[in-house]
């Protein structure tokens, strides 16, 4: 690598106390090899995308079945999560109002093997007690094995982490210290592939559900003892209010939730919709529902669903991970009476 002058500083530098909180935010979008990087004033924006066709977004929405299978996942690691951020964007941009944050492409699986090159804690996810989950007890979620409190096991991940890019074209450099044990590693940055991200209309939600990630967890997996293609969500003002089917070579299963307030924290439904996507899509999001407190459920009127789920970080922070999925359109004459049901009347 060509030697720099001393003065010349880096567009972005970072860093933060435990590997770990980066470590399992990222994987939660852990479903493809390559991750594109943000990065901007208020944090890194990592997105990861899933899909046949990787162009026009904006096409694949509502018009070619053969472009329905997309998923786009994405973590935020806002600059709160970090002892340190500086980002001092490239000269030829200060004074550019519309100019853009720099972006580029990494590998993920790269980037989380790197983070936990020093080892990893036993960390269950935070439904493993199951009985503490159900029974309507307050108190702290189990994180892990208690006798590891008294093990000889490395502690792992709770190091210095430094993250810095110096500018286009430059590899994405992770620096990690550990027990005096200092380990440089420079991921090669790729030119971006996609630009679009697939929209949300939050001005036109056609419903709004908010829950404990821990109810979806469970009913996606039992839902996967079909081994299903399909997940139908449906949503309705009136029983039953929220209720999600498979459908697979082994038959189908559904699981029905009712809108108390125990169960259901926000439950915004105007009138009923109806919208299928691919199974394995949605179980893409597992990791983030396993770790998540609570998830919030959204969809819009072309159908594109949105789980954004809270993720509680060390210190007492949270975070925030988002899915985006595009509906699988049915062909003319595949349908029955769960096809979406069109609406006359706009939301308020």
Not at 20 to 29: H, P, V
Request: aromatic content about 8%; overall charge negative.
């Amino acid at each position: 690598m060509e030697s720099r002058d001393a003065g010349e500083r880096p567009v972005f530098t970072a860093v933060s106390s435990s590997a770990r909180q980066l470590f399992q935010l990222l994987r939660c979008i852990s479903f493809a090899p390559k991750a594109q990087v943000q990065i901007s004033n208020e944090g890194l924006r990592f997105t990861v995308e899933e899909s046949r066709v990787m162009q026009g977004l904006m096409t694949m929405i509502c018009k070619h079945r053969d472009h329905t299978d997309v998923l786009l996942g994405l973590a935020f690691l806002e600059k709160s999560l970090f002892t340190t951020y500086i980002y001092a964007p490239p000269v030829n941009l200060v004074n550019e109002e519309e100019a853009e944050a720099p972006a580029f492409q990494i590998s993920l699986s790269s980037l989380l093997e790197t983070l936990q090159i020093f080892g990893i804690n036993d960390v269950k996810d935070r439904w493993s007690n199951r009985d503490q989950a159900y029974g309507g007890v307050a108190g702290s979620f189990v994180r892990g094995d208690p006798a590891a409190t008294f093990g000889n096991r490395p502690l792992g991940m709770n190091g210095m982490c430094r993250l810095s890019y110096h500018e286009s074209g430059d590899p994405f450099c992770i620096t990690l210290e550990e027990g005096g044990v200092t380990t440089i590693c420079e991921l090669v940055t790729y030119e971006p592939e996609f630009e679009e991200d697939i929209p949300l209309q939050l001005d036109a939600l056609a419903h709004k559900v908010i829950m404990r990630a821990s109810w979806l967890y469970d009913a996606i997996n039992e839902l996967s003892s079909t081994s299903p293609t399909r997940l139908t969500i449906v949503a309705s003002p009136t029983a039953p209010y929220f209720t999600l089917s498979s459908n697979g070579p082994l038959g189908s299963a559904m699981v029905e939730f009712g809108k108390s307030p125990e169960l259901l924290e926000t439950f915004q439904v105007p009138r009923r919709t109806v919208n299928t996507y691919k199974f394995s899509l949605i179980k893409a999001a597992s990791k983030a529902m396993a770790i998540a407190s609570k998830v919030s459920i959204r969809g819009d009127e072309q159908g594109v669903l949105s789980l954004q789920f809270l993720i509680e970080v060390d210190g007492g922070g949270v975070s925030f991970v988002d899915f985006h999925f595009v509906p699988f359109e049915l062909e003319e004459g595949e349908g029955d009476e769960e096809s979406p049901v069109a609406d006359e009347d706009g939301l308020e």
